[in-house]
C-alpha cells in the first residue's frame, strides 16, 4: 500500500495508511495502515490481524517510524451518543442513558452532560480523550473520574463481544482491569439528574486546576508523582524548565509538560525523558504510552 492509497476492507471499512502525527495531541508519529471501523462487523474483521486501538491520541508518544500494526479508529455509529435515558432503567434521580461509542470526544460529551443537568462525569473536564481511552485508563482528576459515570462496558476481542458491569473489573486509580487488546467499543453512562447550573459550577471549579498547564501540542503529563512528590517540582528543582531540544520544549510553566514548538520529532521528546531521567534523582515512571513499548 502506498502513502495515498485508500482501500476498503471485506466488511467496508476504511483502510488509509496515514501520520499517525494527526491523530496525537503532541502532533508526532509516522505511519501506519489506519482501519477507520463504523460497526461491529468491521471492528470484529480489524481484529483479524495485531492491532492497535487509538482513541483520542493524549496519552502517547509514537515513534517517528510509525508503528507496525494495524490502527484502530472508532468511527460513524461508534463515534455517537445516545443521551437518552433507558425507562426501565432510569427514576427521578438517576439516570442509564443509551449506548456512547468508544469514538466519542470525552469534551464534547462533558458539555452535553451539563447542559442536560447530567453529573457524575463533570470531574474529567479538561481531558482532552475519546470515551473509550478515557475508560481503558480510566482517567479522572481528584474531582472525578469516568468509573464514578458508568454502568455497563461493551468490550470487543478477536474471541467476540460481551457486556460486563464495573464490579466484573478490578479498577482503580487510572486504571479500568481491562487488558491491552480489549477494545472498549460502547459504554452506557449511570448519570445523576443534577441542576445544569450545578454541574456548570463543578465543572469550572475543576477546570481551575489547569490553570498554570500549557496550552501548546502535549500528550499531558510526562511522569507519574514518585511517592507522592511532584515530578513537576523535582523537574523544576532540577533547572530544567525551558530547555528544547529539536522541536521539542519542557514547558517554562510546568515542568512535567512537553511540548511539541512544531517540528518536533519522537526522537526530540526522548531525548528531553532521557535528560530528565539523568537529572532528577529519583527514579521516574513515564506516565506516557510509547508506541512501540520500549524495553
Ligand atoms: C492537556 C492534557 C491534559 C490531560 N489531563 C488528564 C487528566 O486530568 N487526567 C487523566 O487521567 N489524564 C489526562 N490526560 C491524559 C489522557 O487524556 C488520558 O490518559 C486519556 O485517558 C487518554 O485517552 P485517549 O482517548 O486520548 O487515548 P489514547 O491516547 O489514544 O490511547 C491511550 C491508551 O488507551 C487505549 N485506547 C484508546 N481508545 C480505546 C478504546 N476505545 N478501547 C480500548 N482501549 C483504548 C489505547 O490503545 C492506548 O493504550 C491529559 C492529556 C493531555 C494532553
Given at each position: 500500500m502506498t502513502a495515498t492509497s485508500v482501500t476498503a476492507s471485506r466488511s467496508g471499512a476504511r483502510i488509509e495508511r496515514l501520520p499517525l502525527a494527526r491523530f496525537t495531541t503532541l502532533g508526532v508519529g509516522g505511519e501506519a495502515e489506519v482501519w477507520f471501523v463504523g460497526n461491529h462487523e468491521q471492528l470484529a474483521e480489524a481484529l483479524e490481524?495485531?492491532?492497535?486501538?487509538?482513541?483520542?491520541?493524549?496519552?502517547?508518544?509514537?515513534?517517528?517510524?510509525?508503528?507496525?500494526?494495524?490502527?484502530?479508529?472508532?468511527?460513524?455509529?461508534?463515534?455517537?451518543?445516545?443521551?437518552?435515558?433507558?425507562?426501565?432503567?432510569?427514576?427521578?434521580?438517576?439516570?442509564?442513558?443509551?449506548?456512547?461509542?468508544?469514538?466519542?470526544?470525552?469534551?464534547?460529551l462533558i458539555r452535553k452532560l451539563q447542559k442536560l443537568g447530567l453529573s457524575n462525569l463533570e470531574g474529567t473536564v479538561g481531558i482532552p480523550a475519546q470515551v473509550g481511552g478515557a475508560v481503558w485508563m480510566n482517567a479522572g482528576t481528584r474531582y472525578g473520574e469516568m468509573f464514578g459515570g458508568l454502568h455497563t462496558l461493551e468490550i470487543v476481542t478477536p474471541g467476540g463481544t460481551r457486556q460486563v458491569t464495573p464490579d466484573e473489573l478490578d479498577w482503580g486509580y487510572r486504571r479500568s482491569g481491562l487488558s491491552r487488546g480489549h477494545v472498549v467499543s460502547r459504554v452506557r453512562l449511570k448519570l445523576r439528574r443534577s441542576d445544569p447550573e450545578e454541574v456548570r459550577a463543578r465543572m469550572d471549579f475543576a477546570d481551575q486546576a489547569r490553570k498554570g498547564q500549557p496550552k501548546m501540542k502535549t500528550p499531558g503529563c510526562a511522569f507519574k508523582n514518585p511517592g507522592g512528590v511532584?515530578?513537576?517540582?523535582?523537574?523544576?528543582?532540577?533547572?530544567l524548565k525551558g530547555t528544547r531540544i529539536g522541536g521539542a520544549l519542557i514547558a517554562p510553566e510546568h515542568g512535567n509538560f512537553i511540548v511539541n514548538l512544531g517540528g518536533a520529532s519522537s526522537r526530540d521528546v526522548h531525548a528531553l525523558l532521557d535528560l530528565i531521567r539523568e537529572r532528577v534523582g529519583v527514579p521516574l515512571e513515564l506516565e506516557y504510552e510509547l508506541w512501540p513499548e520500549q524495553g
Open positions: 490481524q495485531p492491532y492497535r486501538v487509538l482513541g483520542g491520541g493524549s496519552n502517547l508518544v509514537v515513534a517517528d517510524e510509525g508503528v507496525p500494526e494495524r490502527v484502530i479508529r472508532l468511527t460513524g455509529p461508534l463515534a455517537e451518543a445516545d443521551l437518552t435515558p433507558d425507562p426501565e432503567l432510569s427514576d427521578a434521580e438517576t439516570v442509564v442513558t443509551g449506548w456512547v461509542g468508544g469514538g466519542v470526544p470525552l469534551p464534547g511532584s515530578a513537576g517540582r523535582l523537574i523544576d528543582e532540577a533547572g
